[in-house]
């Protein structure tokens, strides 16, 4: 089950940069990838260290703590898909701002 979060367009982040963001008990990371727009928890899932400050080349992202890289496109480690990474896209319509999340 998801629910869907409104967001007010000044949290997105400027193109190619990123923003923390804080909704309820989560904190997510999102990101502008040409034009693309996405979360993912601020929470490695190897050993829960923060990801905000991780390395991005392209669509990969690179865990400050241990040099983990992660797929955002795919979603899960590079090259291991048995290490999930959740990513939530961002959806963008003439009615706003809106990111699904997971209950």
């Known amino acids: ?52 400050s991780g390395r991005r080349d392209g669509y990969f992202l690179q865990c400050p703590a241990h040099g983990l890289r992660f797929d955002l496109a795919k979603g899960c480690l590079a090259g291991n898909p048995a290490l999930p990474l959740a990513v939530y896209p961002i959806h963008i319509d003439e009615g706003g701002v809106y990111l699904d999340l997971p209950d």
């Open 1 to 52: 089950m998801t629910r869907r979060m409104i967001l007010d367009p000044q949290q997105l982040p400027e193109p190619g940069g990123r923003r923390l963001l804080h909704l309820g008990d989560r904190c997510l990371v999102v990101f502008d990838i040409d034009g693309a727009r996405l979360a993912i928890d601020d929470s490695c899932p190897h050993q829960g260290a923060s990801l905000f």
